[in-house]
């Protein structure tokens, strides 16, 4: 193991307590776990200022291996525990991890209301298509036509697309990523978490126990390969780069998809504050 | 300052909004929630209260976003409530649960309307009762207070906010449309008139921190996230460092010290009013607007030369069951009037092992009960 990786391992893993992980050998969780960790290395944030909140599914359990403030609550709802941390220290830094059915399914609600806010928070959805931690069953985000534990004979379901959602939902940042690509992944989560807004990181990752064994994928190796073979790197604020041609534009977009300025809804509330405070001395 | 809760003063409130009152003089800042009748005027007045103050008021995209609002502000450091009737309440359940699991203070309103589902939303009812005692799924501690006058309003919600601090458990209010809407003129008291009770943080270096470390009181000592003890926080069964576990001996030690840290502050916990008990050989035992009329109804009884007496229920969970035994010795007959069909009655008859006899009175067509029903139920015994 080189060094830095041995200090930043040493830094922010609870190692000596919470290993081996329960994720299954090969899971894309591991590998965003680790761009989290840089990413969050090389934002500069002070551990003791930051709060990671997780939901519940396979990759809600990443609060426990991460030595910072960490929160694991109920199914679907991070991040309204999120907006109170939030609201109530706004000094905090809050990190929140979501699975596709946690964030958008359960959760849908709670996200595209977040987002509307402009809640100061970092929201990264892991989307494996799938529920993982229940044995498989279809998620929002499960292509037509494929094999689940509760679609035995195909999917008939339309998917969301969640960068998309959040895009029209009003966040400020999104960005997509693969498991991959990680080199871009640290990239879009630093971004994220240095964004001043709502800012989403949606992840392609892979389980192959569940969704790859049903859709011709049983190594996390095809899940990769897939990965690389259906993406196109966008450049700046969503644009595909020059040169594009109809094949790129079959293509999964992936990149920073929208960074705009906007205010953030603690800034908001202090005008309100401020107000309140003017007419009662008034 | 507050205008109110800072100097002795007569003001005229309705009973949501003495709970902002008491709430607010108890040191909360934070209010998340969604808008309900009954319930709303809490919501209106904390939006208006709180910025004043520093603190934050959200309106939240449903109740259990509420209620997870809440929690997070606490675990934060921020005393917090929120407010609610019948299918909010509902819709916290889960989220309350979690608060019980992770021992995170706060405080939920529940002002009963008429159920079940949406139910009589303008009417008053007392139907909440084992809902607000057993609406999480699992065995959990949890306090149960119950309100009557618009005094009560800011002195019980005041003192859920102590329990909750103490205690570490979500603390419930139970009111209902009457005590809700009825405007009174009331006489707050003013701060050093009453204690406002903080969580005890940890004083010891971060290593050295156990978040769920038993102690005599079963209470471990809560740091705020940012406090430097980047601790965890779970729903699962956790170990005494917070870690998800699946052993048995682990397990048996956190729930029994759940429930233990409840017990041994029951007496403490246990809040009652009595009137006329004393030579009394019929006794009332009623709680929340009820108790008023019952209150009438045992003064009226008296004249007619019936020994009646009330016993005020303000704790309903845990059960007070010392006083309501006390009660049931020293009369013949207990009524228990309820706007239910029969809640807090099934508790009388449970602690009273036959040793004296325990009627109910029931209404559940969306009307107060009357000091005269009580009254004319007191008069046939
Ligand atoms: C209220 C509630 N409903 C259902 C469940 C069961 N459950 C646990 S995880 C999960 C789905 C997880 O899928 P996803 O969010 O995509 O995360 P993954 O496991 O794939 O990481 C479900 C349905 C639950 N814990 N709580
Ligand atoms: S079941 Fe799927 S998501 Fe869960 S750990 Fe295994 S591979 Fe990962």
Redesign the interface.
Known sequence: MPQEVAEIVRKYLRHD??FPHIWCAGCGNGIVLGSLIRAIDLSGVE???I?L?SGIGCSGRI??YV????????HG?A???????????D??KVIVVMGDGDATAIGG??FI?AARRNMDLTAIIINNQIYGMTGGQYSPTTPYDSKTTTSPYGHIENTFSISELAIAAGASFVARGTVYHTQLLDDAIRLAILKKGFSVVEILSNCHTHYGKLNGMETPVAAMRWFRDHVAVVGKEGALPPGRSAETDEKIRIGVLKNVEKPVYSEE?QK??D???N??SS | MSAFGSDKKRVLLQGNEAIVEGAIAAGC??F?GYPITPASEISERMS?RL??L?G?F?Q???E???????????????K?MTATSGPGFSLMQ??LG?ACMAEVPCVVVNVMRGGPSTGLPTNPSQGDVMQARWGTHGDHPVIVLAVSTVLDCFQITVEAFNMSEKYRVPVVILSDEIVAHTREVVTLPSVGEFEAYNRVSPKMPPEWYIPYADNSMGVPPMA?????????????MHDV?G??TQRPDEIEALVGRLFRKITQGFHEIQKVETFMMDDAEVAVIAYGSVSRSARRAVLDARRQGLKAGLLKLITLFPFPRHSVEEALQKCRVALVPEMNMGQISREVKRVNQTVSIVKKYNRVDGQLITPQEIYQQLIKI
Do not use: C, W
């Open positions: 307590k919470k551990k003791d200022n709060v909140v609060t426990v030595d910072l403030n960490t929160l694991h609550v109920t709802r991040l309204s525990f999120a907006t109170g941390i939030k609201l109530a220290k000094s905090l609600n709670h209301h509330y309100v504050r107000h309140a405070k007419s009662l | 800042r934070f998340a208006r910025p004043q520093d934050t959200i939240m995209e449903d259990i976003a509420g209620m997870g609002a809440v929690i997070g502000a606490s675990l934060a450091g921020v917090s889960e989220n979690f705020a996230f940012g406090e430097g003890y980047h601790h965890h926080v779970t729903g699962l460092r870690f998800p």
